[in-house]
């Protein structure tokens, strides 16, 4: 059943095509930056500028000084930098939203550089009056600089060329991504209030902004589509240590997003496409383990033979489903193992931990003593290049 549906999903979406159209409106870039390695965030507003959006509003915390100071001295009248008690992403993406003032927003993190042309691109399926949020390509940003790096740059990939574009092409993307989400403005003001003040179980909820407003703009009877000619590069973390936190977080966050849009009956009125994935990605710990069950008791044969045809079996698959990120990047062959072990990691312990776990709110990664993520400051991008 799980290869049935990935391969329906694989056609679906290699059929999928950009959106081109003349539209074009003005636009507000929001960025939400939290102490941000201020080297990280001039470098990031470099690659926004060069796009020429009509304003770029940089909502910093009280305590970023430094950032404040150097952007104020760039003596750019788009650019507006704010200081402002963050309360968690959502409270500074509303500080933010509500300053803007143009019809398209371009909702995009601190730690995220754009490839050229991706606000031109963007704006293309606004030309839809029914099209409340634009996805983004994204992708791992100096991907060679820590396998870890390349393992979910890998991952990431086989989001956005197999997955996404299928949902998209059906009106129906279930999580616009944060990193660079675009968003028509009378799409979010009526629900501006439900994304900053949003309770699960009785506990107000910090991370999860994009899936929360992806499915607050979709509730609203807009669609949401993909761009794949629009592509954004984002920091991920280079040790395994992060990377683990930052899938608890995401893993919670898809939790008590999608469980609210059943419980909500949004779930319901989506295509198909974007039903079966969502509950697909709900059950994976159950397909994955039953998958690892009938590996383990079921066909293993404890001698050198049967071991190794076993771990044959887990890679080829493995590498089946990545032939799109194969094709791009032919020398990830050489990590297929480390993927192979990650997708597991993510699939069984980590996301049984944090449906367990899924009411406890917090970033994880960023801390108000230290600046950057973890694993994400500039520092972290001076690695040695591994395998290009």
């Known amino acids: 059943m799980v290869w049935a549906l990935w391969l329906y999903r694989f056609i679906l979406s290699h059929r999928a095509r950009p959106i081109v159209t003349e539209f074009r409106a003005r636009t507000s870039v929001v960025v939400p930056s939290f102490h941000e ?3 990280i965030l001039m470098s990031c507003l470099e690659t926004w500028r060069a796009q020429k959006p009509d304003e770029i509003i940089i909502v910093l915390d009280l305590a970023d000084l430094d950032a404040y ?4 001295a760039l003596d750019d009248p788009t650019i507006r930098p704010i200081l402002f008690h963050h309360v968690g992403k959502r409270s500074a ?3 933010g939203i509500r300053l803007a003032k143009y019809d398209i927003l371009v909702l995009t993190d601190s730690d995220t550089w754009w490839e050229p042309g991706l606000l031109e691109n963007v704006q293309m399926p ?10 983004t390509r994204q992708n791992v ?10 393992v979910a740059d890998w991952i990431i990939n086989v989001r956005y060329l197999d997955y996404v574009p299928a949902m998209g092409a059906a009106g129906a993307v279930p999580c616009v991504s944060g990193r660079t989400a675009v968003y028509r403005r009378a799409a979010v003001l009526p629900v501006l209030e439900h994304l900053e003040n949003e309770y699960f179980m009785g506990k107000r909820c910090i991370s999860g902004d994009d899936g929360r407003l992806t499915w607050l703009v979709l509730a609203s009877g807009y669609k949401t589509v993909h761009q794949m000619s629009a592509r954004a590069l984002s920091m991920f973390p280079a040790s395994l240590g992060a990377f683990i936190k930052q899938r608890v977080r995401w893993s919670r966050n898809s939790y008590r997003c999608y469980l609210t849009a059943i419980a909500r009956g949004w779930l319901w009125n989506v295509p198909f496409i974007t039903k079966v994935t969502v509950l697909q990605i709900l059950v994976t710990p159950l397909t994955m383990g039953l998958t690892m069950y009938y590996l383990i008791f079921a066909r293993l044969d404890l001698t050198v033979i049967g071991v190794i045809a076993a771990l044959a079996w887990l890679l080829l698959g493995r590498g089946i489903r990545g032939i799109s990120n194969l094709r791009e990047h032919p020398s990830d062959i050489l990590i297929l193992p480390a993927l192979a072990f990650a997708v597991i990691l993510v699939a069984l312990p980590i996301k049984l931990y944090a449906f367990i776990t899924m009411n406890k709110q917090g970033w994880l990664t960023r801390h108000a003593d230290q ?9 972290s991008l001076e690695t040695v290049q591994v395998n290009p």
Do not use: H, K
Not at 69 to 72: F, G, I, M, N, Y
Not at 141 to 150: I, L, M, P
């Open 37 to 39: 390695d201020p080297e």
């Open 69 to 72: 100071a150097r952007l104020t």
């Open 93 to 95: 993406l509303g500080a």
């Open 126 to 135: 606004f030309e839809d009056p029914l099209v409340g949020a634009v996805s």
């Open 141 to 150: 940003y100096q991907r060679n600089s820590s396998v870890w790096r390349r």
């Open 371 to 379: 600046i950057g993520g973890d694993g994400q400051n500039f520092q």
